[in-house]
């Protein structure tokens, strides 16, 4: 699956690739030496804990370098107002009554928690390519939300 990022998104996690080979690793490394240093590795919890440490990080510098090499930039210009990664989207719950806005940006920058979802997620997904005033039908697994479209930015 191709990974999208916005060109923010992709100076974000260059910059954390860096952190990790710059930084994690030295400190990883550290940890390795300072648990050699309790002798005998067989039976030493501080020099295991770090080495699954160093794989941890080694693996998540492996995944960033691929997004890096593989992503897709997002063009945040989308035409006549239409709903597209990048685009922030005030939308209108007609079941709860309520006003919910959501940033729609590819998978890797996803937080659903502050508000940011994914266009793979079924509100992302369901709402790109739609434009402000249109009500769209989202399949979700508690059954079929309605969203009426208030603003695109």
């Known amino acids: 699956m191709a990974h999208i990022l916005t060109p923010e998104g992709k100076k974000q996690l260059e910059e954390k690739l860096n952190y990790y080979k710059t930084v994690r690793r030295v400190e990883v490394s550290k940890k390795i030496g300072i648990a050699r240093e309790f002798g005998d590795l067989s ?28 992503c897709q930039i997002a063009d945040k210009k989308t035409t006549g107002g239409e709903v597209g990664i990048g685009s922030t989207v005030k939308l209108y719950d007609e079941e709860f009554d309520e006003e919910l806005e959501y940033k729609i940006l590819g998978s890797t920058e996803s937080d659903p928690a502050n508000g940011i979802i994914s266009n793979n997620s079924p509100v992302g997904s369901a709402l790109i390519g739609h434009k402000q005033g249109e009500t769209v039908k989202v399949k979700t697994d508690v059954g079929v939300v309605v969203y009426k479209i208030l603003e695109v930015k």
């Open 43 to 70: 039976e030493n919890a501080e020099y295991e804990a770090a080495r699954e440490e160093q794989t941890q990080i080694e693996s998540e510098i492996r995944e960033m370098e691929e997004i890096l090499l593989t």
